[in-house]
């Protein structure tokens, strides 16, 4: 095999190239409301709606059967997936605004050469994101599972497994005992900007919030992939099942309710991304 032929294996499409078969899928499928809206968004708010094509090809491509779902209407849930017999759950998409991440990370959106530095982290912007979409995806019988997006040039390290622990458990900081300098330090965290727990009234007790999404998934979109990771709920409205789209590696507390001290796990094969190939809808 040719070194021209195996990239063609590995490598994805690009992200027209999925836009249109997206178009294609809904003017096929007599979706044309949705594909009136679709054509809209394409002119009004680009990266939002190559967004939702992505996520489309992205859990077709996964095998988790996606549909159109949303009721134009009244809103709600953008697709269904029913990867297995009587297993089905839902997906929202929503998009960051690259120009926002740019303002909160510092970092620019395209690739230049030389450079390097310190950034700032974006949990602020995913979490308002998750609250912002929490009301859309309550009231419905299935796991819920919100995609929150970027495409912009930094996206791979903003939106990574590190960004997954921060958005869980908020922004973390080191603690010491002022005067001892044999104390290693620990980390700490105030649950401040947590998506899915925080602390009761009283300080007392920790609980969960924004039940109504079941899990969140990461994606950062490049040209030819989107890299993915997953941050289960620990006590959602209704349990969304990892092994429905396998591929992603999720992000867990590894016991609820929790005491003063939270531990996580990752569930998955090893990996701390999952790499979707951009692919055409067939």
């Known amino acids: ?19 249109d078969s997206y178009w294609i899928f809904l003017a096929r499928n007599h979706f044309d409301v949705h594909l009136d809206r679709f054509k ?12 939702e094509a992505v996520v489309f090809s992205l859990l077709w491509n996964a095998k988790a059967r996606p549909d159109i ?4 209407s009244k809103g709600g849930p953008d697709f269904s997936c029913e990867p297995f017999k009587q297993e089905k759950f839902l997906v929202e998409v929503t ?7 740019t303002r909160r990370s510092s970092l620019p959106d395209r690739l230049e050469e030389g450079g390097g530095g310190a950034f700032g982290l974006i949990t602020a912007a995913l979490q308002r994101a998750a609250v912002g979409k929490a009301s859309q995806l309550a009231n419905h019988p299935y796991p819920r599972v919100l995609a929150i997006t970027s495409s912009h040039a ?33 980390q700490i965290t105030d649950l401040r900007r947590s998506v899915f727990f925080r ?11 924004r039940r109504s999404i079941s899990a969140i998934l990461l994606v950062s979109i490049s040209w030819g992939q989107a890299d993915v990771v997953g941050i289960l709920h620990p006590e959602p409205e209704i349990v ?3 092994g429905l789209l396998s591929q992603v590696p999720y992000l867990r507390l590894t016991s609820w309710p929790v005491g003063s001290e939270i531990k996580t796990e990752w569930h998955s094969n090893g990996e701390r991304s999952g790499t979707f190939h951009h692919r055409r809808i067939r």
Do not use: W
């Not at 996206?155 to 290693?184: C, K, Q, V, W």
């Open 240 to 242: 969304f099942k990892p």
């Open 69 to 72: 779902f949303e009721d134009i």
């Open 199 to 209: 602390t009761d009234r009283s300080g007392t007790r920790i609980v969960p919030c």
């Open 154 to 186: 930094f996206a791979s390290i903003l939106m990574d497994a590190h960004a997954a622990e921060n958005l869980l458990l908020s922004d973390t900081m080191i603690s010491y005992r002022i005067g001892n300098f044999s104390d290693p330090g620990r």
């Open 40 to 51: 809209q968004r394409l002119d009004s708010d680009t990266k939002a709606a190559e967004a």
């Open 1 to 19: 095999m040719s070194a021209a032929a195996a990239l063609s294996l590995t490598s994805g499409v690009s992200v027209d190239e999925v836009v």
């Open 95 to 101: 998009s960051l605004d690259s120009s926002a991440v």
